[in-house]
Nanobody
Framework: QVQLVESGGDLVQPGGSLRLSCAAS????????MGWYRQAPGKQRELVAD???????NYAASVKGRFTISRDNAKNTVYLQMNSLKPEDTAVYYC???????????WGQGTQVTVSS
């Protein structure tokens, strides 16, 4: 069983930056694509960014140019660098691991990001 643990969420002012981390309990990046999703109150969970086993990245249009997903294979950790944060980025952010069939196998518990002055 793989465990994913997110951290780094916080309260930040508009225009600020945060870096989220997702630590995996096993070395899975060669098997699973990793993704960051978010869910705001009253809204559906949505894809923010993902990174494939080969390192290709994909971003939601709303965060492209502001957020960067990366991973450190030696640390079994995926990161989400978030810059130029906006109030609409406020949400619980979750990481997940997706297999080669596109099925999400594991989710983390989430970390709260609040963007407010």
């Amino acid at each position: 069983q793989v465990q994913l643990v997110e951290s780094g969420g916080d309260l930040v002012q508009p225009g600020g930056s945060l870096r989220l981390s997702c630590a995996a309990s096993q070395n899975i990046f060669s098997i699973y694509a990793m993704g960051w999703y978010r869910q705001a109150p009253g809204k559906q969970r949505e894809l923010v960014a993902d990174i494939t086993t080969s390192g290709s990245t994909n971003y939601a249009a709303s965060v492209k140019g502001r957020f960067t997903i990366s991973r450190d294979n030696a640390k079994n950790t995926v990161y989400l660098q978030m810059n130029s944060l906006k109030p609409e980025d406020t949400a619980v952010y979750y990481c997940n691991a997706k297999n080669g069939f596109g099925i999400i196998r594991y989710w983390g518990q989430g970390t709260q990001v609040t963007v407010s002055s």
